[in-house]
Nanobody, 127 residues
Framework: QVQLVESGGGLVQVGGSLTLSCTAS????????MGWFRQGPGTERSFVAV????????VYSDAVKGRFTISRDNAKNTVYLQMNSLQLEDTALYYC????????????????????WGQGTQVTVSS
């Protein structure tokens, strides 16, 4: 059974940057995709980004496209989310996810297809 642990969250001002990390333990996730979802105060959980097993395929939500970058280091069993130009609406609990899928993504995936979730790391953007 794989466990995901997120880190790197914190308090940042508008326009600032943060890098989130998510490390898997229990089994390797290198053959599988990894991604990020978030849930802000009073909002539903929403997709942020996903990356396939090799890093050759990525999908972003329109809300973060051009500002966030997802990447992975399979040797470290870790996925990263580089977040730049942070805005107030980026305030949320950010969750790392994975699923047993070997293909690419051509559209925004539903949260229900990911069967492993981390506990989340809080990102708060202040003015």
């Amino acid at each position: 059974q794989v466990q995901l642990v997120e880190s790197g969250g914190g308090l940042v001002q508008v326009g600032g940057s943060l890098t989130l990390s998510c490390t898997a333990s229990g089994r390797t996730v290198s053959p599988y995709p990894m991604g990020w979802f978030r849930q802000g105060p009073g909002t539903e959980r929403s997709f942020v980004a996903v990356i396939n097993w090799s890093g050759s395929n990525t999908v972003y939500s329109d809300a973060v496209k051009g500002r966030f970058t997802i990447s992975r280091d399979n040797a470290k069993n870790t996925v990263y989310l580089q977040m730049n130009s942070l805005q107030l609406e980026d305030t949320a609990l950010y969750y790392c996810v994975t699923e047993r899928y070997r293909g690419d993504y051509y559209d925004i995936p539903l949260a229900t297809r990911f069967d492993v979730w981390g506990q989340g790391t809080q990102v708060t953007v202040s003015s």
